[in-house]
């Protein structure tokens, strides 16, 4: 397997404004404005919708909690399954995406971490890293433990084949319902645009608001030598990914909203895969991890002298001090990292 050079620099590079996947990411959104073209239906819009949610799903649940992460098993088959919806969102395949998130965990917000908003700033954390050259190739060796299957470096090197089926059965689906439900209101192109370009598009920016607004805006519980934050809203859009500080005090977890009133579905539909018997060993947040929060909120509070009556009413980070990393937890973040990397491969399947 050939490993082509990656880059290791922060330096903002100039986008590949020719590239085919430069161009195609700007046709996706081009292709949005075919909606005044081919009007609008209920039935469009509730596909459009269950389909973002299925790709949310495979993008946090997959791409992200276990392959990024390990935060569960699940058997060859199963992993073949949330890499093929993954794959359907267009964000690339499953081990170029881990092993890019996998990097972002060793530099988070430090020279190296190429969607840092504090390194690159906020557009170019946002969409602007993965439109370059420099940013393209799969780093291998850091997803040396999945890079074994062939049927997920075939996802890899023809990224487009599962986006483009599923389009297919888009159209195809609004083509049969034109023909067996006319009363319904949509049409093969309609299902096309709002199922393929609108909801695609939709899932890009919800998930690419993890990379920028996730480092910039919302409350911090744990002093991780980062600047992530956990913010609701974002939790919200992204299936429980806006639990982020969470997650980078403590990736291992397949749980990111580490109370029951921080609302993370990802996480509960997970759970009801493993009462189907389809993924199982989720890892759980340890009680040690949840006791640094309180620990973590007094530095916090002792380095701006402000007090907050609660835990979970964290005080925002400031521009002045979001750049100073304090690296309170190092400890427990490197554990959880350490814990996705370390373990033997033959384990994670049955």
């Not at 504090?118 to 291998?140: I, P, R």
């Not at 060993?281 to 009556?309: I, M, N």
Request: hydrophobic share 45%; proline share 4%.
């Amino acid at each position: 397997m050939n490993n082509t050079s990656v880059s290791t620099s922060t330096a903002r590079t100039p986008l590949d404004w020719f590239r085919p996947g430069t161009i195609g990411f700007i046709g996706m959104h081009l292709g949005c404005f075919l909606v005044f073209w081919v009007g609008f239906s209920w039935v469009a819009l509730a596909v459009a919708a269950l389909y973002y949610a299925i790709r949310v799903f495979a993008l946090t649940g997959f791409y992200h909690r276990y392959f990024s992460h390990r935060a569960f098993r699940t058997s060859r088959w199963f992993q073949f399954v949330g890499a093929v919806l993954g794959s359907a969102a267009l964000q690339r395949g499953p081990l170029w995406w881990a092993a890019h998130h996998r990097r972002h965990h060793r530099l988070s917000d430090h020279e190296g971490d190429v969607h840092s908003p504090h390194q690159v700033g906020f557009w170019y954390s946002h969409m602007g890293w993965f439109l370059n050259k420099e940013n393209f190739a799969t780093d291998f060796k850091s997803v040396h433990d999945f890079a074994k299957y062939p049927e997920l470096r075939f996802l890899d090197k023809y990224d487009l084949v599962v986006p483009l089926a599923f389009g297919g059965l888009l159209f195809g689906l609004g083509a049969l319902l034109e023909a067996v439900a006319p009363n319904l209101g949509t049409t093969g192109w309609q299902m096309f645009v709002w199922g393929f370009f609108v909801s695609t598009v939709a899932v890009y920016h919800v998930t690419y608001t993890i990379n920028s607004l996730a480092h910039l805006i919302g409350r911090r519980r744990f002093a991780t030598k980062d600047d992530s934050r956990n913010n609701l809203v974002l939790a919200l859009l992204t299936g429980g990914e806006g639990w982020h500080n969470n997650h980078h005090h403590y990736p291992a977890s397949a749980r990111q909203g580490f109370y029951w009133w921080e609302i993370d579905t990802t996480y509960y539909a997970l759970v009801l895969l493993s009462w189907l018997g389809l993924v199982w060993d989720l890892k759980p947040v340890p009680a040690k991890v949840l006791a640094q929060a309180g620990r973590d909120e007094t530095d916090l509070q002792a380095e701006t002298g402000r007090l907050s009556p609660q835990v979970e009413h964290q005080r925002p980070v400031s521009q002045a001090d979001s750049h100073r990393h304090v690296p309170l937890v190092e400890s427990a973040s490197n554990r959880g990292l350490k814990a996705t990397l370390a373990a033997p491969s033959q384990n994670q399947l049955n």
